[in-house]
């Protein structure tokens, strides 16, 4: 059990906390972290793997503060980063040898683990490549791969499909899910379809504060008639600027339809028709538009 307790973090001349009193219980499970960029993501990451000190409340393992368990901790978090910051002179199957040597896993654990996650993340032909040469999907799977060696049981994950193909992509998903029982999988992302497909409780940061930790079905349930549909003229389209629209198809000879996201108290246009929202509608709900509208 992984408890965030009052937890808050304030940077050195920052205006406001980057994360601000947050409280969740996290048991074993997939948890899809979504926020816009500077909502705290990053930030209560950094704080989980006990690279940061929280400035206010604590993080706690089964009970326990982690600042007092110390290597102990570390040793059951596997962490994939966003940036791909790798020693590009390295093989995969060195790289992934040198980070079993970090995390002190016995040799004979090391070797079974390495050949199984290269097969998993379909790099077992070029396991002696070296990482210099690998497209940034291949890197990103060889992170992945990182990640799970010596069975964490706090697994966190920043844009781990970012540069996958969709096959790929699935693969990792499916993975995921099925190592969950027993682990606490953390997804940061902004790919809302893999959340989606995914994760039993979606957590939504902004500006510091948890909004919502619920399950994606009770998210799309809360926002149940702000999404509708509008036919229109092409020409028409320059009109809903006003809106915050998520989507535009072109569904016959100069018409198109527009997927409009409603937000509090706003009148659907007239003409529209409701729809059931996705993932995708709850985040431009909560968040905005930015440069979708």
Same mark, same amino acid.
């Given at each position: 059990m992984l408890t965030l307790s009052h937890l808050t973090h304030v940077y050195p001349r920052a205006a406001s906390p980057a994360l601000d009193d947050v409280n969740l219980t996290l048991s074993p499970g %997939?948890?899809?972290? #979504?926020?816009?960029?500077?909502?705290?993501?990053?930030?209560? =990451?950094?704080?989980?793997t006990d690279t940061f000190a929280p400035t206010g409340g604590s993080v706690l393992w089964n009970g326990t503060d982690i600042r007092r368990l110390g290597a102990g901790y570390r040793r059951l978090i596997g962490y994939s980063p966003q940036h791909q910051g790798l020693y590009d002179d390295f093989t995969a199957n060195r790289f992934l040898w040198?980070?079993?040597?970090?995390?002190? =896993?016995?040799?004979?654990?090391?070797?079974? *683990?390495?050949?199984?996650?290269?097969?998993? %993340?379909?790099?077992?032909?070029?396991? &002696?490549?070296?990482?210099?040469?690998?497209?940034?999907? =291949?890197? *990103?799977?060889?992170?992945?791969?990182q990640a799970l060696l010596d069975d964490p049981k706090i697994l966190i994950l920043d844009e781990p499909t970012a540069g996958l193909d969709p096959r790929e992509r699935i693969r990792i998903r499916n993975f995921l899910s099925e190592i969950a029982h027993d682990k606490i999988v953390l997804l940061a992302t902004h790919v809302v379809s893999d959340v989606e497909c995914i994760a039993g409780t979606? +957590?939504?940061?902004?500006?510091?504060? %948890?909004?919502?930790?619920?399950?994606? &079905?009770?998210?799309?349930?809360?926002?149940?008639?702000?999404?509708?549909? #509008?036919?229109? /003229? /092409?020409? @028409?389209? &320059?009109? =809903? !600027?006003?809106? #915050? +629209?998520?989507?535009?198809a072109v569904?016959?000879?100069?018409? +198109?339809?527009?997927?409009?996201?409603?937000?509090?108290? !706003?009148?659907?246009? @007239?003409?529209?028709?409701?729809?059931?929202p996705t993932l995708e509608d709850v985040y431009l709900y909560h968040f905005g538009g930015g440069d979708a509208a």
């Open positions: %997939v948890y899809g972290i #979504l926020g816009p960029n500077g909502s705290g993501k990053s930030t209560m =990451m950094n704080l989980i040198y980070m079993a040597a970090l995390k002190g =896993m016995k040799k004979a654990d090391a070797a079974r *683990q390495i050949d199984a996650l290269l097969r998993l %993340v379909n790099l077992r032909d070029d396991a &002696h490549k070296r990482l210099g040469a690998f497209s940034g999907g =291949m890197k *990103q799977r060889i992170l992945i791969a979606v +957590v939504l940061l902004k500006k510091g504060h %948890v909004l919502a930790a619920s399950p994606a &079905h009770t998210l799309l349930d809360e926002i149940d008639g702000h999404v509708v549909t #509008l036919d229109l /003229a /092409a020409d @028409e389209v &320059h009109g =809903m !600027s006003g809106f #915050l +629209v998520s989507n535009l569904s016959g000879e100069n018409r +198109v339809e527009a997927r409009i996201v409603l937000p509090p108290g !706003s009148p659907a246009p @007239e003409g529209a028709r409701p729809v059931r």
